[in-house]
């Protein structure tokens, strides 16, 4: 089993940065892939940022250059780093790690942007 602890959402107004971070623990051997994913309601979740082992990161277009996913493999921590935001970024935000091909999802952090 993995466990998935997400930190840093919050309120903030548009143009400004959040930093999200994400926790691993368990069975965290053979990850094939981590990942950050969003649902802002009545949307279906979507793939934000995700990085496939051993090391290509791919962005969704609509967040590519403002957001920047990163992992300390020491502290078994993903980030994902949103500069920019924009009201339309306000959404649940999830971690997502993927161990030996299973699925693993944290509870999710919200993240609204407003002014």
């Known amino acids: 089993q993995v466990q998935l602890v997400e930190s840093g959402g919050g309120l903030v107004q548009p143009g400004g940065s959040l930093r999200l971070s994400c926790v691993a623990s368990?069975?965290?051997?053979?990850?094939?892939?981590v990942g950050w994913y969003r649902q802002a309601p009545g949307k279906q979740r979507e793939m934000v940022a995700r990085?496939?082992?051993?090391?290509?990161?791919t962005y969704a277009d609509s967040v590519n250059g403002r957001f920047t996913i990163s992992r300390d493999n020491a502290k078994n921590t993903v980030y994902l780093q949103m500069n920019s935001l924009k009201v339309e970024d306000t959404a649940v935000y999830y971690c997502?790690?993927?161990?030996?091909?299973?699925?693993?999802w944290g509870q999710g952090t919200q993240v609204t942007v407003s002014s």
């Open positions: 368990g069975s965290i051997f053979s990850i094939n892939a």
């Open positions: 997502n790690v993927v161990v030996a091909f299973h699925n693993y």
């Open positions: 990085i496939t082992y051993p090391g290509s990161r």
